[in-house]
């Protein structure tokens, strides 16, 4: 069960939230090697790894039209109905983030705008395995369409029929993404960002994975390919009072620990009857759930922390830069105006993390590890590039020239200097 | 001379536009260790770096407020008024891309919005040495204290006397930077990476330098702090045909050239006249640049391409993705409709890259080494996080509550789906 932290000092809170650090070393050297082998031999290396790690003969690496069509006929009509239903909501919400170019007129004669642009290529890793992220397809594929990208690609893991997931081949086919390889772990990143015969090399991969998958994101994220966000186990923080409804915040813990044992929980309250109520709502619910022993390996390293007032709450909160955080207090729209750090915010008894995680319409793919510091989650903003451009008149140049050339020759750039002096000396030919 | 290349075949461009790789695994280790001794000794280890690369005893490692005072009688009044003439320009660009967060309901009840928090604290470094980059503190400190970071440090080299450049301090002081370490070097950004006695630890770490800087940023990347952007020598390419001016586009390839002699400059056109007129100016004018010798460096790796039409040219230009782009074609706004992925571009025959490195307003922290194919320059956006917040009221926990569920269930995440189901099963109770 989770431990209870009282009042602890402020000079132990870093130390007590800390996140675990996981010695890569000797991960990276085997990854190293997944990548230049996929970078030099090609399909025949996804072949290859593909047979070892996932126990299966791939009879093509690309999955055909005909698979993506059928796939259509095996999801279930209730499970299609929710897929709209959450695309609907994601794609209202992404939309509206799409601004437009203004041209700004710094002084007489200089117009500068930023225009933005989709990035070429972008590649979506949908993770398979225990729990087929079909919503990490919509969350990623949706703004990728949105933005325009021209060419979107999925690489997800085969089952052991070789097949993908039926839903996330239905998905791929409702969002009209372009390609989509059934190949998953490191091998695929490598693919990816090397490019094989069949799956092309993209400019920027996103999506979330296991450890493989992440070291190998973040190898080839040095020289090779742009990145969405730095990776971690996911994680929840709760902010409760004596008004929130302990069985609530239970199941927002529970929700949370079920995605690994690595996942980090943490409920920060001024309230010691909440916290004993939640212990032993989690107790309770924790019975019935067949994901059990996970959540249950999570919950013993997460922490209930008792603190004396909300201003401590909010101090700690910042400080940890939670990827989710649910505040569950009666104030909550008080305390979401002192939120700094945070991927994704939860407000009021009726909003739980999975709301979130599949359909109210913000994007579930978010910073962990405290990356929520310096990172926002996954937006439009993710899939392009926003160039500046600046036209400049003969009359322009005139204004800002002398400031040009003095602050040049302040840094001692003659020819910097020079490229302004050579046009405003020159007579105007037409 | 720069070399020229006629026609190349496609299958030739990729070779064409490689940029030099730089065997970095030496660097690295040495990188690693100036790092993790910041880290343990601090001050003391600072201190002891300045003394070896710096040749230089510390007398302090912060800059106090007398000698920023100080500055400003020793800044001519000539560079104090180009640098507020960048500033104003800078400033009224940037305030521009300031967006307004706005409550959009996705579907009945649910209320979802983005919105945008200044990151805690950001380390700005500015390189001192032979060019020391005042407009980089413009281009750095401007949009931070715009976007309202609470905390904004500069780390830059001292001189030989221990002073740093003056134009650098009364920068500082003009715009409020709340605290200038005399520090440089691969020091410098582990001590903003892990923070020292004297220098806070912050959220993200912006600026150029050396590559000691350049490697000592990715490593602490990895899972210490953000960066701006990966680094990589600066970049030029000009798009020009036989209406150009020939004087003004070897200024600005010889702008370009002066930076280092790892810069890279791609002159791209259609014209074999243009290309004799260019290289017969850049002899004349090489002669007089006091960095002649950098610049003829530069030149003896770059290129001159002649190409069939203004199509290849913009597809050549987009395969390599500069970090600058000139146009001076005729038809420049035609061409610039085609840039897909560029840095910052410079249309017309009065736009030197110049005009943006200081003061047109566009920010000149851009993506280097074919990066702008995913990256965005420095910007707003650079600055601060966009955090998602949700709030949903019972009845729109009813509205999206099945599709939760169900996408929960096919992701077999029941605790995920429980945390809706026990919501909407339990009676309000008030």
Redesign the interface.
Known sequence: MMNVINYPERAQWNELLQRPVMDSTILEEQIRRIISDVAGRGDEALMDYTRTFDRVELPSIEVGRKEIREAAGVVSG??K???E??Q???Q??HK??I?RS?I?V??AG?R?W?KS?P??RVGLYIPGG??????TALMLGIPAKLAGCPEVVICTPPGTSGKINP?ISYIAGLLGIDRVFRVGGAQAIAAMAYGTETIPAV??IFGPGNQYVTMAK?IVS??R??IDL?AGPSELAVVADDSS?P??VA??L??Q???GTDSQVLLLTDSRELIRQVRDQIER?LES???KEI?TGSLAHSKIILLRDQQEIMEMVNLYAPEHLIIATKN?RDL?EK?????????????????????????HTLPTNG???????V?M?SF???????????Y??HN?G???M???E???????????A??LN?EEDE
């Open positions: 209730e499970l109905h929710a897929i239903e959450a609907w909501n994601i209202t919400f509206k983030q601004t203004e700004i710094t002084t200089v500068c930023q642009v990035i070429d225990t729990a087929p992220l079909l919503s839903a400019n920027k973040q040095r020289n390919v742009a730095p409804n069985a609530f199941s927002d529970l929700s620990a079920e995605h619910q759930l067949p994901r959540a909550f979401a939120v700094v750090n945070a991927g994704s915010v939860f407000l009021g008894n009726y909003t739980p993390e999975s709301a979130g995680d599949y359909a109210s319409g913000t994007n990356w929520a510091h310096a990172f926002s989650g937006n903003d392009i590039k926003k160039i500046t451009f600046q036209e400049i008149s003969r322009g140049l800002i002398d400031a040009v003095i602050l040049a302040a840094e001692q750039l003659q020819a910097h200097s020079n490229s302004v050579i046009r020159t």
